[in-house]
């Protein structure tokens, strides 16, 4: 309880002085070096994956579908085996 008495609000009057001056400092300084930063690298992450995904739906729809490749006749044959049923010609 005797510090209440020494010191108003806990606050020693010396620290509360450095505190006011650093928020006057703080305040004359303009855009935070870092919060720009990361804005900007943000900004770019999120433009280059907008880009692609457009350019991903665009390709889509204008490029024809991929040509399958064809299956051998030995694969065809050991597939027919497998589903048990039995191959043209046997």
Known sequence: ???DAEFPGNIPPSFDRVQ???IKKSETQGFNPGLV???L???LLLTFLV???IL???AQKTLPPRKKKPVSKKKMKRERLKQGVSAPGE
């Open 1 to 3: 309880m005797e510090d």
């Open 20 to 22: 006011g001056d650093m």
């Open 37 to 39: 930063v990361l804005l």
């Open 41 to 43: 690298v943000g900004g």
């Open 51 to 53: 880009g692609n995904y």
């Open 56 to 58: 991903y739906s665009l």
